[in-house]
Every structure is written in structure tokens, then in C-alpha cells.
């Protein structure tokens, strides 16, 4: 089948590639020239395991094509993949201006029918405004062609996403009940037919409740998230350990053992956005959703946990002192550094005056720039970071190490290494990464979250 992607970013530049590997004919749009010429000289623009050779592969045999040419690639595919971003607006709602543009040059470059599928994140009545916009464009031009809009969110985690998109849990689909949207429906089944075989996996509703469903999934996963870390918070006061109570809850099959790792807050480019557009969407409804207000409360007070603790434990003033951080980017297998948790670290103990040493192991250069931009009015604390090449260099003299993302490569360190690097063997473990008995009897004193008993 012939399919266009607009907006070739994590989850435009997956699909597609991932859509070109099942056999179709793949146009990627995007307005950034760098990228698409990073990717057509064989390059890959993000740091996701599994995809280079994905792309690579179907570059070569013809089924993948990166382009800025709006009309080229807007003419080629029956099916139009609208995967732009929603960052949040001002006052926390989903920002469509990017929708909306590739809507309206889908409009203006159309001739012939089409299925328009918001594979976006997008609040619920955003297919209306696709429509609309599409039909405004046709309209201009007195163009007679027609298209249906149909959304099909996603839902790969990066770090996994090749992998969440070739073998997905869910494909949710949502149609029109009009001659068109049956025409879509069809062209849709026909696309996600290779996932289908064993199993079927898609499940079809109307648009509203496909765009709903992609809200309500975020929403919950960062609910248990908040949750948990309440919890362990709570555990701290109360002598209890989380992830003793993880084991017990999450063996009760109603509850489940996934998303329920107490930790230093959720970040990316997703959770926090998602929550914020949904209560966004809740009042402009007239409706206040508490625990989602919660959910986000919380999750705000958890990325200053990990520095609380070091306060306490060092004193409000930390000139002089010296820390080490293992992990920048918001989770492991990424180099996304969006709403990550090490920001909001970084900042308490530069502000404090400490200085820092820093490594995570494939954020390194993201983590250059975003951190220039958080510290671009100053300098004097921009200044007091140092990247360093490993996580041992990183130990090197400092007072203590902070542990803020959990990659596979610090959960097994060299102990006695570790506290010849170190000052004093002091941890602040922001993912529980290690088990206190164990890292106790190895003579660190060590500091997790909801762990002090
Ligand atoms: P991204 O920022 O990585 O990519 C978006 C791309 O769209 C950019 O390359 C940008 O240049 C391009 N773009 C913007 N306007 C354009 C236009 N008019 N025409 C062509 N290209 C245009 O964003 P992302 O992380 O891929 O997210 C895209 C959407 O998918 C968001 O709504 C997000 O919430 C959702 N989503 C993201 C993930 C994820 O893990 N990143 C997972 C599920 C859903
Ligand atoms: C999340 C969802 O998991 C995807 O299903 C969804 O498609 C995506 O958002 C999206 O809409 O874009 P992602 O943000 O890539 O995916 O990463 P997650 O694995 O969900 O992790 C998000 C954050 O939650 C991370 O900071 C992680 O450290 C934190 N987390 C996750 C916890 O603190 N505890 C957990 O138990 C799980």
C-alpha cells in the first residue's frame, strides 16, 4: 500500500519505517530539512534500538523515502499518517497548530480520495477540526475529491519502540459510520492485516472514543506511577520497603506487577503532557479531574525528592561539595532528555552551589544542549557541571553518587571501585536500582526511595 507519514519524529520515523518493513510503499515528510537529510544520507536523527536497521534496510530496497516536497509526498499515499508533535500550550492544552497545518496541506495537495489517520496524540474533537480544515483547503481550490479522518493512536514507549510497533498489544482504531469512513475501515484493515494474523488485535470504535482512549491510557499509567511514589514516601516515614509492598500488591492479578516502580518522578515527552491536556480537556468540559490534578502535584514534589534527601543529608548549603549523577535521560535506552528528572536535580544542587559530575550513557551530547538551555542565564552554574566519559570517572571525588535513570549498565557496578572513587560511600538511589541489605553489608550508606527500613 502507498502511505505518506507527516512529521518525522520518534513516532512518525517508527511507523514508517516500520510500515516500509511489512511491505509498503513509505513517503516520510518532514518541514526539518537537517533531519531528513541526516536521514538520507543514512543517518538516524534519535537514539532508538533496532530502528538504523529497520530504515536502513528499507531505504535500500526502495519502500522508504524522506522528503520535504509537501506536494510529492502528500500526492503518494492513499493513507495519510498526521504524526506531528502536541506539545502543551500556555495554559496546558494540547497545541494542534502543527495538526492543523499538515491537515491543511493535505487539502491543498490532495487529488483523490484519502484516509487521514491522527496518529498524534490529540484531545478528543481534534478529528472535527482535521475535517474541517482539510474541507476549507478543498473548498479554496473547488477541488471535488474526498477523504475520511480516521484516529489510530499510538502507543510504543521509546526505548522500545521498533519493538512495541512490530508486536503491539492494541491497535485501537476509530471510523466514521459514513460510506467513507467504511471505505477507510477498509483500507485500514487491510494495512495492520500482517498484525492480525494469530490474533486479532485492533479494536474498532467510533473517533472520539479512539482519541479518548489514548488520554486514558497515559492518564492511568501516570496515576499508578504518583501513586506508588506516595506510597513510598510514606514508607520512608513509616520504616516500610516499597518494593517488599511492590511484590505484595502486584502479585493480586487485579493490581499487576508493571508500572508500579516507586522512583525519583516520571518525565518525558508524554505522561506530563498528556495529564496536563486531559485535565485541560475535563474543564473546558466543566468537569475537574482531582486525581489527575493529583497525579501531576505529586509528580512535580517527587523530581525534587532525590535533592531533599541530599539536603537533609548534607545541609541546605552544599558550596564545596561535590556529587556525582549516573543517568540523564528520563529513561533508560534513550538519549530523550524531555521533562527528565536529572534536570530538576541538577538545578537543586547547583543552586545550593555544589558542583557535579555527570554520565549517562547515550544522553551525553542531548544532554549538552538541553542543559545549556536550562542553565543559559546562568553560566556560573552551567559552569560547575562536568561530563564525564564513564561512571567511574564520574565518582571521582565526589561526596556522594545520585542514581536518576536506571540503565542496565549502572545496576551492577564494581563496589569497591565505586567507594575508592568516592569521597565517603554515600548513594541516593532515585530508581531503587540496588537492595539495601546488599549495598549496606558492602559498607555504602545508602538512601532509596521508599526504602528505610
Ligand atoms: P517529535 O517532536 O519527535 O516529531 C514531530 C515531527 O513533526 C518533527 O520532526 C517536526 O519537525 C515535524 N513537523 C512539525 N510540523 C510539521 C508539518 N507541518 N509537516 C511535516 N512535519 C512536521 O514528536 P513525537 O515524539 O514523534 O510525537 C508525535 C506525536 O505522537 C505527539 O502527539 C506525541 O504525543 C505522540 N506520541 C509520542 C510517543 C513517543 O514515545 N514519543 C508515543 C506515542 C505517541
Ligand atoms: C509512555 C507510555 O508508556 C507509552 O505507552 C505511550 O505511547 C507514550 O508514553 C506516549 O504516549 O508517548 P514513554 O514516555 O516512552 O511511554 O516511557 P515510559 O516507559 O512510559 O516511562 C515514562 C516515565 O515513567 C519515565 O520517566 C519512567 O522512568 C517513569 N516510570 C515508568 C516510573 O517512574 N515508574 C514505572 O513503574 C514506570
Not at 477523504?147 to 466514521?176: H, Q, T, W, Y
Not at 499509567?221 to 514516601?233: G, V
Amino acid at each position: 500500500m502507498k502511505i505518506t507519514i507527516i512529521g518525522t519524529g520518534y513516532v512518525g520515523l517508527v511507523t514508517g519505517a516500520c510500515l516500509a518493513e511489512l511491505g509498503n510503499n513509505v513517503f516520510c515528510l518532514d518541514v526539518d530539512q537537517k533531519k531528513i537529510d541526516i536521514l538520507n544520507s543514512g543517518g538516524i536523527p534519535i537514539h532508538e534500538p533496532g530502528l538504523a536497521d529497520v530504515v536502513t534496510r528499507n531505504r535500500a530496497a526502495g519502500r522508504l523515502t524522506f522528503s520535504t516536497d509537501v506536494a510529492a509526498s502528500v500526492a503518494h499515499g492513499d493513507i495519510q499518517f498526521i504524526a506531528v508533535g502536541t506539545p502543551p500550550d500556555e495554559d496546558g492544552s494540547a497545541d494542534l497548530q502543527y495538526v492543523l497545518a499538515a491537515a491543511r496541506n493535505i487539502g491543498r495537495h490532495m487529488d483523490g480520495f484519502k484516509v487521514v489517520v491522527d496518529k498524534s496524540t490529540v484531545p478528543v474533537g481534534t478529528a472535527d477540526k482535521v475535517r474541517a480544515a482539510i474541507l476549507e483547503e478543498l473548498q479554496a481550490r473547488e477541488a471535488g475529491v474526498t477523504f475520511s479522518v480516521v484516529s489510530n493512536p499510538e502507543f510504543l514507549k521509546e526505548g522500545a519502540a521498533v519493538e512495541d510497533f512490530m508486536r503491539p498489544d492494541r491497535i485501537v482504531i476509530g471510523c466514521d459510520d459514513t460510506p467513507e469512513g467504511q471505505q477507510a475501515h477498509a483500507l485500514m484493515k487491510k494495512l495492520y492485516a500482517p498484525f492480525n494474523r494469530n490474533h486479532e488485535r485492533t479494536f474498532w470504535m467510533d473517533v472520539r472514543s479512539a482519541e479518548f482512549t489514548k488520554y486514558a491510557a497515559n492518564a492511568m499509567l501516570a496515576t499508578r506511577i504518583s501513586f506508588m511514589n506516595e506510597l513510598a514516601n510514606l514508607a520512608d516515614k513509616v520504616g516500610a520497603d516499597i518494593e517488599a509492598v511492590r511484590h505484595g500488591i502486584g502479585s493480586d492479578p487485579r493490581i499487576g506487577y508493571s508500572f508500579l516502580y516507586a522512583g525519583c518522578g516520571y518525565g518525558g515527552s508524554c505522561f506530563p503532557k498528556d495529564v496536563q491536556a486531559l485535565e485541560r480537556t475535563a474543564r473546558d468540559y466543566g468537569q475537574d479531574l482531582l486525581i489527575l490534578r493529583a497525579v501531576e502535584e505529586v509528580n512535580h514534589h517527587q523530581k525534587h525528592v532525590l535533592g531533599q534527601k541530599i539536603v537533609e543529608r548534607f545541609g541546605e548549603n552544599l558550596t564545596g561539595r561535590h556529587f556525582a549523577v549516573w543517568g540523564l535521560a528520563f529513561k533508560p535506552n534513550t538519549d530523550d532528555m524531555r521533562e527528565a528528572s536529572s534536570r530538576v536535580l541538577l538545578r537543586q544542587l547547583l543552586e545550593r552551589g555544589a558542583s557535579v559530575a555527570v554520565h549517562d550513557p547515550v544522553a551525553m551530547a542531548e544532554a549538552r544542549r538541553v542543559l545549556a538551555l536550562d542553565f543559559a542565564d546562568a553560566s556560573h552554574m552551567l559552569e560547575r557541571i562536568r561530563f564525564s566519559d564513564s561512571p567511574m570517572d564520574a565518582l571521582r571525588g565526589a561526596d556522594a553518587l545520585a542514581i536518576v535513570t536506571e540503565w542496565k549498565a549502572f545496576r551492577s557496578p564494581d563496589f569497591d571501585q565505586v567507594k575508592s572513587l568516592l569521597k565517603a560511600p554515600v548513594i541516593f538511589d532515585g530508581r531503587n536500582l540496588f537492595e539495601p541489605d546488599v549495598i549496606g553489608a558492602a559498607g555504602f550508606e545508602y538512601h532509596g526511595i521508599g526504602r528505610s527500613v
